[in-house]
């Protein structure tokens, strides 16, 4: 039975309580309801996310703090680790981390290429917590730009948590993640788009890179913040006036729920102006109780 009911949230909560002399209601009028909402056993739950970029200088790595679980326990959740890189360095796995199929680093999943060479990389890794993890370093060798992040979901299979996943590269305005085909009734799909910015650079406006991208946004942030939020790493508003825009990348990552196994169906980020990017599609499959 995939429908389980695992647990409420947001309870329903009434104004006045039933009239106990009719044994009905009140009406509309009289209630207040807040929410009221039931999450199914079988489909995964985004807990929760972090976010991190090397800042306007580049780096060699970038440590990422695990973000914590939302539930009462640490362990059992599906954690992703996402890192894009500028050009192609020799990007190594985190120990204790497994690669998501096709995207290792080096040479694994690249961006299209440009007159600079291969414009951008990246690199996904996974693990099941087990409530020891406080962060993760991804490691790349070279001064480059990167935005990385960690994602939690509660509620998966721990035995084999990533089903299909896909990859799409091109030079354009569009990025759109590629279709893969989920193996199991309420999945989730992950979609990730990163860009370089070269080319794009000109026509930035404010600090917003990859925009209206597919519902249930995660992610979306560039290599080095602004510098009203950051002094130290951070240039701009606008990215087009920064120098350091031209080495930068952008990453955003959404997902949203599949209720019957099948087609994903593609997804699209809109860029200002065509560069080279990667996409990536992967399924995240919930508990094995259909």
């Given at each position: 039975?995939?429908?389980?009911?695992?647990?409420?949230?947001?309870?329903?909560?009434?104004e006045?309580?039933?009239?106990?002399?009719?044994?009905?209601?009140?009406?509309l009028?009289?209630?207040?309801?807040l929410?009221?909402?039931?999450v199914?056993?079988?489909?995964?739950?985004?807990?929760?996310g972090?976010?991190v970029?090397?800042?306007?200088?580049?780096?060699?790595s970038?440590?990422i703090?695990?973000?914590?679980?939302?539930n009462?326990e640490a362990?059992?959740?599906?954690?992703?680790?996402?890192?894009?890189?500028?050009?192609?360095?020799?990007t190594?796995?985190p120990?204790?981390?497994?690669?998501?199929?096709?995207?290792a680093?080096?040479n694994?999943?690249?961006?299209?290429?440009?007159?600079?060479?291969?414009?951008?990389?990246?690199a996904?890794?996974?693990?099941i917590?087990?409530?020891?993890?406080?962060?993760?370093?991804?490691?790349?060798?070279t001064?480059?730009?990167?935005?990385?992040a960690?994602?939690?979901y509660?509620?998966?299979?721990q035995?084999?948590?990533?089903?299909?996943a896909?990859?799409?590269?091109?030079?354009s305005n569009?990025?759109t993640?590629?279709v893969?085909?989920?193996?199991?009734?309420?999945?989730r799909?992950?979609?990730?788009?990163?860009a370089?910015?070269d080319d794009?650079?000109?026509f930035?406006?404010?600090?917003?890179?990859?925009?209206?991208?597919?519902?249930?946004?995660?992610?979306?942030?560039?290599?080095?913040?602004?510098?009203?939020?950051?002094?130290?790493?951070?240039?701009?508003?606008?990215?087009?006036?920064?120098?350091?825009?031209?080495?930068a990348?952008a990453l955003?990552?959404?997902?949203?729920?599949?209720?019957?196994?099948?087609?994903?169906?593609?997804a699209?980020?809109?860029l200002?102006?065509?560069?080279?990017?990667?996409?990536a599609?992967?399924e995240?499959?919930?508990?094995?109780?259909?």
């Amino acid at each position: 039975m995939s429908n389980i009911l695992c647990s409420t949230r947001n309870l329903l909560i009434w104004e006045k309580p039933p009239l106990a002399h009719t044994g009905q209601w009140p009406t509309l009028g009289a209630i207040a309801l807040l929410a009221f909402l039931v999450v199914g056993c079988a489909g995964p739950r985004f807990e929760n996310g972090v976010s991190v970029g090397t800042g306007k200088s580049g780096a060699s790595s970038l440590t990422i703090p695990v973000p914590p679980s939302t539930n009462e326990e640490a362990s059992g959740d599906l954690l992703i680790s996402i890192l894009g890189v500028q050009a192609n360095p020799n990007t190594q796995e985190p120990e204790g981390w497994k690669t998501v199929p096709g995207f290792a680093g080096f040479n694994g999943a690249t961006c299209a290429a440009d007159s600079g060479g291969t414009a951008c990389q990246l690199a996904i890794f996974y693990r099941i917590a087990d409530g020891s993890e406080t962060s993760v370093t991804l490691d790349w060798g070279t001064r480059r730009h990167a935005a990385g992040a960690v994602l939690r979901y509660s509620n998966v299979d721990q035995a084999a948590p990533i089903g299909e996943a896909n990859q799409q590269r091109g030079s354009s305005n569009t990025p759109t993640a590629p279709v893969v085909t989920t193996s199991r009734n309420d999945s989730r799909i992950m979609r990730i788009a990163l860009a370089e910015m070269d080319d794009a650079m000109t026509f930035l406006e404010g600090t917003s890179v990859l925009t209206s991208g597919p519902r249930s946004l995660r992610v979306n942030l560039v290599s080095f913040p602004d510098a009203e939020t950051d002094p130290a790493a951070g240039c701009g508003p606008p990215l087009s006036g920064c120098r350091e825009t031209e080495n930068a990348v952008a990453l955003a990552v959404s997902d949203e729920g599949k209720g019957s196994a099948g087609g994903s169906g593609t997804a699209s980020w809109d860029l200002p102006a065509g560069d080279q990017w990667l996409t990536a599609s992967f399924e995240i499959r919930g508990t094995a109780n259909d």
